[in-house]
Structures are given as structure tokens and as C-alpha cells.
């Protein structure tokens, strides 16, 4: 074991050793190196981290703008697209077909490496020459109608859903699949007419669940498994016609349920405040982990020795952050998933050993690069597809790569750069663009003190002068009261005043559930969501009825009783 301290934080960690045994493998130190750590011949070596996992994670989160989205011209086609980009990017950004079309190659910017020079700052002037694809999703390839959707795929009629696939007729989803007619929901899996929705699956013609599986015609509930027709209840098995975790019989339970007018905000917003009073009486679990076996983390799904938060089906995987599809034998990845020997790198899907990749797909043993498709044994390449042998995309033979890359290893571990991820600085986007500012939120004053960039919003003179004569009493509480004419309005957010107007197919959606016209815009209610999703920290603490020391999502100074998993199942069981 390594004692460290984090050159930002300033914080103590540890890498332990089967944290060496792993980077030996990804080839990040040598057998050589890995036998003299573990034996305390020496106590460090260029390869191993130099930042705590938090500061590790925020580095990888400044590279990635979910929601930031703005309208431009293709660099190629000069048609209007959207892009997490602006107009004002050094670099050209070309819109799905023309990028991924074979008209251009990207080869063609190829160049030598310079020994004189840092990798990091070839590797930026490279990236500010290729190409770049406007956002990351597949509309008009293998998706339709879903332009505004990024880090999505398989996907139709969707707006502003992130990190998704195979979704349809969706809106302000984040991290779903398999999905159809889901709204407002994060975490989120084989689940229909759903809203307001975090860390489900299968679930069904409900509203405001939390960690709920298998429910249907449930309503501001959390902990439910496999019922039916429950209305503010939390810790239910196989259960129906609950109120408060109060049964009643079939007849009685449509009787006062009837009663409710979901369809108005003001009454809306009475229940849930009401549910939400009832459930605190509760106790809760220290962590959300359902068939899972030696975890660390929270919501994590038949995972095996994994260490992170929102994993479904992942092996022997440590400091992970949004994973599906079995990932298996890889650190410090922020959203990925059918892929084995990963390491700092931001969605690596359908990847065998690669380092400090983003958005590279389907390849293996690539390193420092972004974009790259269908490639092997490159390394700070762009935009590469179905390429081999390629080093800040020249083309080399097998032999002439081979010789070059250990010398170009050997000038990163002098300069400091082998084994750390892009510099967050390098990242095109300003530090308040990207899910960094979700997680570890800064001010303007912090982040630029810390050398992040920060965009100011600008201010639209024509949406501040309609905000002077807007007022929410003009807007019907009741759905049932909307006209078609919502859809033409412009509506100012309650919280931050930000403009927003309501989709037709979201407005279609809130009059089949019954539900009421949002006073909040989509960027305030996915705040609102995130913060019900615990922090991604473990607290020490003990459980309140066997005293048992355990590790959990719940601060201390949070008010709810934290049971561990055994007395927490008495509770519910």
C-alpha cells in the first residue's frame, strides 16, 4: 500500500496494492516497478495517479457538456445543427452524416511527434485541426427525430435526453434504456409512462419514485419491489392498495385516491410534500445495492468487487461512475459499459486495454485519444476509424510503431504526462458547461482561481423584457385547463427566471398522466433530481439499531434513521 497526497486537494490516498497489480497490467508501470512498490524498494514511479479519485473524477467530468447545447452551422455542409460546441470552437465541427461519412480522412492531419515538445500540447494542436462531430448521438444514422439528445443511440422522438439508448417518445432523461414515454427521470431502465422517476427498472404508469423495481400505478414512493397501486409508501414487498404503508382493500383505496387531483400544481405540490413528511419517519438503507456482491458504492446493480455508483452488471471495477453491459477490469470511468481493461477514459464502450480515451469506440489497445472507432494500437490519435498503427494520426507499419511508442512513453514519464488523463485546462468547454459543475459545483471567483474556464450567460434583451409581464397566475394550476396555446407561450422559470417553452409531445404526455404544467425549467428540475440522488461519498458511520460500522451515501448530519443492510431487511422483509 502507497500513501499519496493530491497535488489539487491536498488530501491523502492510498493506492493499494491491487491498484499497482492493475496498472502493472494496463502497462502504466513495469513488472519491474509493480515487485519494487510491493516490496518497498521504492515508494513511487511515473504511471501512478497523482490526484485522489474526487479531483481524478472532476478532471474526467470537465471534458464532458451533457446539457450546454447550442445552435450552428455544419464546418462541411453549412446545414444548422446542434451542437455541445459553440461558434464560436477553434475547431471545425461537422454534424453526424458528413462526420462520419468517408469524404474526408483523418490521416490527412497527420504529423510527427516532437521530443522538444510536451505530448499534451501536440495532442491539443492536433485536435484543433480534425474535425470534431457536433454531439455525440446517432440521430438521422441510427436514430430518428432526436437531434437534441447526446450520448445517445437507438433511440426516436426524443428531446433532451442524455445518455441513453433505446428510448422513444422521452423527454429530460438522464442515464436510461429501453425506454418509451418516460419524463423527467434519471437512472432509469424497462420502464414506460413514467415521471419523475430515479434508479428504477420496470416500472410502469408511476410518478415520483425513488429506488423503486417491478412497480406499476405507483405514486411518490420509494424502496418498492414488485407492487401495484401504492401512494406514498416506502419499504413495501409485494404489495397493493397501500397509502402510507396502510393497506386497504381494492374499493377503498380507488375512493381515496380518486379524491387527488395530481393534474393541479398546487395540490401536486401538497401531496408531495405530504409523502415526503411520511417517509422520513422511515428508516433507509446505508447503500442501494441489489444483488451485489463485495460492493462499495451506491446503486449498484449484480455487480461483483465494484466500487463506484450506478453500475449495472460490472466486475472488478473501482472508482466507476454510470456503468452498464457487463464492464469489467477498469478504474477511474466516467459512463461505459461492455468493456474490459479500462482506465481514466470517458465512455469506452466495446473496448479491450485503453487509456485515457474518449468516446472511442469498438477498439483496443488505444491510448491518449478521442473519437477514434474500429482502431487498434493507436495512440493521440483523433478521429480515427478502423485504423492500426497510427501515433497523432500518421501512419506507421507494425515495426515502425512498436519502435516509437516506448521512446514517446519515455518522453511522457520525463515530462510528467504518462499516467494522468487530459488536463482539465485543454478541455474545450468552460468548467460551468460540464457535469463537473453537477458534482462538485464552484463559483465563477473558485473555478477561475483554479484555472478552469467559466461562460457567463448572456443576456437576452427580448426574453428580459417579456420576463417583466410574465405572471404565473396567467397559466391554468389544473392540466385539464391548458389550451394548445401553452405551446406557443414562452414561460419563465420560478427559481432561476431562465425562459423555457413546453414540447408538444411533453404536453401530450403531461394531459395523458394527469400531471401539471412545470413551473421549473428543464436545468432546475434536473438539479432538483440530482440532489435526491446521494452524493457520490461514502461516510463513516454506524447503524442506528446494531451499531454495526458501515459505510453509506447518508451524511451524518442527515436527519433520516440509517439501517444496515441486515436490519434494514427485518424492517422491510
Known sequence: MIERICRKSGKKFVIAKEDLEFYAKMGLITEENLQDLISR????????????????????????????????????????????????????????????????????????????????????????????VGIMNDDGVRSENSEYCFNFSYGKNCYLVTTSWHAEDCLYVNNGQHLRDVVDSCNIGNSELSYECINGQK?????????????????????????????????????????????????????????????????????????????????????????????????????????????????????????????????????????????????????????????CWKSNNVFYSDNCHSCSDCFGCVGLKHKQYCILNKQYTKEAYEELLPKIISHMKQTGEWGEFFPAELSPFAYNETVAQEYYPLTKKEAEKRGYKWKDEPINKKYETLKQSFDWSQIPDDIQEVGDDILTKVLFCECSGKPYQIQKAELKFYRKMNLPIPHLHPDERHKDRMKLRNPRKLYERTCADCQKAIQTTFAPDRPEKILCEECYLKVVD
Open 41 to 132: 524498494k521504492m515508494n513511487d514511479c511515473s504511471g501512478l495517479p497523482t490526484l485522489c479519485p474526487e479531483e481524478r473524477q472532476r478532471r474526467r467530468m470537465c471534458w464532458r457538456n451533457e446539457r450546454k447545447l447550442y445552435q450552428r452551422k455544419c464546418d462541411s455542409c453549412e446545414k444548422s445543427i446542434v451542437s455541445v460546441y459553440q461558434k464560436s470552437a477553434s475547431f471545425p465541427v461537422y454534424c453526424q452524416r458528413c462526420w462520419w461519412e468517408y469524404s474526408w480522412e483523418a490521416l490527412d492531419y497527420g504529423r510527427d511527434f516532437n521530443f522538444q515538445r510536451p505530448f499534451f500540447d501536440q495532442f491539443q494542436e492536433l485536435s484543433g485541426k480534425v474535425p470534431c
Open 203 to 359: 416500472v410502469y404508469n408511476s410518478v415520483y419514485l425513488e429506488d423503486c423495481f417491478s412497480c406499476s400505478d405507483c405514486y411518490f414512493s420509494v424502496d418498492l419491489k414488485s407492487c401495484r397501486h401504492c401512494f406514498g409508501c416506502i419499504g413495501l414487498r409485494n404489495a397493493q392498495y397501500c397509502i402510507f404503508n396502510k393497506s386497504y382493500s381494492e374499493k377503498d383505496y380507488i375512493r381515496l385516491t380518486s379524491e387527488l387531483n395530481l393534474g393541479s400544481r398546487k395540490r401536486l405540490n401538497q401531496i408531495k410534500e405530504q409523502a415526503r413528511r411520511e417517509i422520513a419517519k422511515f428508516p433507509r438503507r446505508d447503500v442501494l445495492q441489489v444483488k451485489s456482491e463485495d460492493c462499495v458504492g451506491d446503486a449498484l446493480f449484480n455487480c461483483k468487487q465494484v466500487q463506484g455508483n450506478v453500475i449495472f452488471n460490472g466486475e472488478y471495477c473501482k472508482y466507476y461512475d454510470g456503468g452498464s453491459d457487463t464492464p469489467k477490469n477498469s478504474y477511474d470511468i466516467l459512463v461505459g459499459g461492455a468493456h474490459q481493461w479500462g482506465c481514466e477514459s470517458i465512455v469506452p464502450d466495446h473496448t479491450y486495454m485503453v487509456f485515457g480515451t474518449m468516446y
